[in-house]
């Protein structure tokens, strides 16, 4: 069976991953200091091919046994977590990604970076294709996360090239799904959290900044098929759907039968006023393309936070 390593693996994204991997006949480690991440998003996994190790990957990584994949996920992901924790943001980023990178090369195993469509900053092109390099304020407060993905990226290009590392990068859009933390920040549990409860739906700015949103199950297919692909260069997933975060506020309300109304809160500095992925390159080299319409993925999702609120 392959061996694959999953860090950040008890964060959202992360654990999904691991359950889809083993689910694929893998036998998976998975690392996290659990900064961010919960160990209740993985425990369902102990009585599989699953070893988690408490670990923080900026410190050097060792790793008994044959090793086949790395995926790397460890980072803040959700602008409450950057904003407060800027510099483990850039050491994961940073630090993370070469220790990743030197275990893959001693194990000639391959790896795969999650890096984001925040490398795009806030883009003066759109729809967004992997070919445009983005428009970043690297000393902004939302650098620290934009500019970690970048370097990142950078890196791993460059053991590519030096070494010989087999490497994958995926950018990943907005994604969502169930076990989001309920204090995420990120559109969909926030609004979800706030609709559950009866309270304001707070939206920044007046809502007409746009996103483009993807459930959980599609996004891991993209990033599996990416990893079992020849596809070296970076590849968007996402979903190409765009819609206003108003209109986002206006189907969690629906969807949740909350008598919530929508409030508009001051815009954070340097937010994106436009997200929206070209797939094309996925859907040519990888024949993927997202599945799950909206209403059903936050159906799915609104009965995962009602159980967490105790509702």
């Known amino acids: ?59 050097y990584i060792h790793l008994d046994g044959p090793l086949d994949h790395i995926l790397h996920f460890a980072s803040p992901a959700s602008p409450i977590d950057y904003l407060k924790l800027p510099i483990q943001t850039l050491k994961v980023g940073s630090l993370g990604t070469h220790n990743g990178l030197g275990l893959a090369k001693a194990k000639k195993a391959r790896f795969l970076l999650a890096s984001t469509s925040e490398v795009y900053g806030d883009p003066l092109t759109h729809p967004q294709r992997e070919d445009y390099w983005g428009n970043v304020n690297p000393v902004g407060p939302r650098g620290v996360y934009d500019e970690a993905k970048r370097f990142a990226e950078a890196m791993v290009m460059a053991y590519h090239r030096v070494h010989g590392v087999e490497t994958r990068i995926v950018r990943i859009f907005n994604t969502y799904g169930p076990r989001m933390r309920l204090d995420d920040g990120r559109a969909i549990p926030a609004f979800l959290s706030q609709a559950l409860r009866g309270e304001d739906v707070t939206v920044f700015g007046d809502g007409s900044q746009t996103r483009s949103l993807c459930y959980v199950s599609d996004l891991v297919d993209g990033i599996l098929r990416l990893l079992l692909s020849d596809a070296v260069d970076p590849v968007n997933i996402g979903n190409p759907r765009e819609m206003t975060i108003r209109a986002l506020a206006e189907e969690v309300i629906a969807t949740t039968g909350s008598s919530s109304r929508i409030v508009e809160r001051p815009l954070p500095i340097d937010d994106p006023k436009v997200r929206q992925p070209d797939i094309t390159r996925a859907r040519t080299l990888l024949d993927w393309e997202p599945r799950v319409p909206l209403k059903e993925g936050l159906a799915r999702t609104v009965e995962y936070f009602r159980q967490k609120l105790g509702l």
């Not at 083993?22 to 993985?42: K, Q, Y």
């Open 1 to 59: 069976m392959p061996r694959a390593l999953v860090t950040g693996a008890a964060g959202f994204l992360g654990s999904h991953l691991c359950e889809r991997l083993l689910d694929r006949g893998f036998t998976v480690v998975g690392m996290d200091n659990l900064l961010t991440g919960s160990v209740a998003n993985i425990e369902h996994l102990v009585s599989r091919d699953f070893l988690f190790i408490k670990h923080d990957v900026t410190n």
